[in-house]
Structures are given as structure tokens and as C-alpha cells.
């Protein structure tokens, strides 16, 4: 059956201009279609995988929430944080965490729960957080004052779970804590 219908159209794939046989013509050439084609199937294998990859990502924090004990990693996921910052915070003593041995730091979900529901009030207006570091040394100055090493300050810190208060670059921990320890 051929057709005597001439009709101008603009090419889909390339934008060139040509004349057509039919009126649902829609390339310029079996190129064209096939070219259109190839890139139809793959944008479609695109978001097929970018849906994939969103909804696993989606049912790992679901299964995250799901767990009553989480390890650091899902803990920075829950977060929204890096693996580090979450150690910081661990560390820190803003996140409670149980250390079961080694590379088993685990955190109760009822924890992170917890950081959301505390008020502004128990946070420290600047004016309290001044008097809490006037009883205090500088990491700088218990190593000058006991002449040790900061490598063993810092095992001392942490395995007398002595409180340290972090202020910009600084460090500061109790006078009478070091002195008892050190003295």
C-alpha cells in the first residue's frame, strides 16, 4: 500500500527537517528511530536502577529505626553523619555507647531518641559554660605543669572517663580530677 502524502516534519532524535509518507512518521531515518530507541531503553534501565537504588536506601534506614542496638556506621547513617562524627560524638559523651570489644561499639536506639527530646534548657547559656572551665586546665598546661606526654594524657582521659570540655580549639579538664590522678 503506498501513499501519495507528503508531509514536512522535524526529525525527534537529530531536529532536522524532512518530508514524510505518513502522518505518524516521527524520524527522519531508520538511524534516527534506532538511535531514539537505544536512548529510550536506556534512560529507562536509568531510572529503573536510580528507583532501586533509592528504595534500598529507604528500607536500610527503615531497618535501621527497626533495630533496638546499632553499630557507629548506622548510628552516622541514623544521623545524617560521618562515621567519625559519630565516634566525636561518642567520645564525647553526647552519644551514651557500650564498647563490647573491639570493633563492637554498640548504642541503644532509645539514646539518639533521646538527643532529639532535650530541651534548649538543658543546653548551657555561654555565661555557665565560662564558669565550668575557670576549674580547669588546658591540655597544654597539664603537660607543662606534670611533664608528660599527650599520648598518656589522653589514655588517662579515657580510661578514668574523665570529663573533657571541648570550646573551639580547646580542650579543658577539671583541675581537681588531674591533680588527683597525677599528683
Known amino acids: 500500500?503506498?501513499?501519495?502524502?507528503?508531509?514536512?516534519?522535524i526529525c525527534e532524535h537529530c531536529g532536522k527537517e524532512f518530508t514524510a509518507r505518513t502522518t505518524t512518521t516521527r524520524y527522519c531515518s531508520k538511524k534516527c528511530n534506532?538511535?531514539?530507541?537505544?536512548?529510550?531503553?536506556?534512560?529507562?534501565?536509568?531510572?529503573?536502577?536510580?528507583?532501586?537504588?533509592?528504595?534500598i536506601k529507604n528500607q536500610s534506614l527503615e531497618d535501621i529505626k527497626a533495630k533496638e542496638f546499632l553499630?557507629?556506621?548506622?548510628?552516622?547513617?541514623?544521623?545524617?553523619?560521618?562515621?567519625?562524627?559519630?565516634?566525636?560524638?561518642?567520645?564525647?559523651?553526647?552519644?551514651?555507647?557500650?564498647?563490647?570489644?573491639?570493633?563492637m561499639t554498640r548504642v541503644k536506639r532509645s539514646?539518639?531518641?533521646?538527643?532529639?527530646?532535650?530541651?534548649?534548657?538543658?543546653?548551657p547559656q555561654p555565661e555557665q559554660r565560662k564558669s565550668d572551665i575557670s576549674g580547669c586546665?588546658?591540655?597544654?598546661?597539664?603537660?607543662?605543669?606534670?611533664?608528660?606526654?599527650?599520648?598518656?594524657?589522653?589514655?588517662?582521659?579515657?580510661r578514668k572517663s574523665i570529663p573533657k570540655i571541648k570550646k573551639g580549639w580547646y580542650a579543658y579538664v577539671p583541675k581537681p580530677i588531674i591533680d588527683k590522678y597525677l599528683s
Not at 500500500?1 to 516534519?9: F, L
Not at 547513617?77 to 563490647?100: D, F, M, P
Not at 539514646?111 to 543546653?123: A, C, Y
Not at 586546665?137 to 579515657?158: A, D
Open 71 to 103: 553499630t557507629v556506621k548506622e548510628v552516622s547513617r541514623l544521623l545524617n553523619c560521618s562515621i567519625r562524627s559519630a565516634y566525636y560524638y561518642i567520645e564525647n559523651g553526647t552519644i551514651k555507647a557500650v564498647n563490647l570489644g573491639q570493633r
Open 137 to 158: 586546665y588546658t591540655i597544654n598546661e597539664v603537660l607543662e605543669k606534670y611533664s608528660i606526654s599527650e599520648t598518656t594524657l589522653h589514655n588517662l582521659i579515657k
Open 111 to 123: 539514646e539518639i531518641d533521646k538527643l532529639f527530646e532535650q530541651s534548649e534548657s538543658v543546653t
Open 1 to 9: 500500500m503506498s501513499s501519495n502524502i507528503e508531509v514536512q516534519r
Open 34 to 55: 534506532s538511535a531514539a530507541y537505544k536512548a529510550k531503553i536506556r534512560a529507562e534501565k536509568v531510572d529503573k536502577s536510580n528507583n532501586e537504588t533509592k528504595r
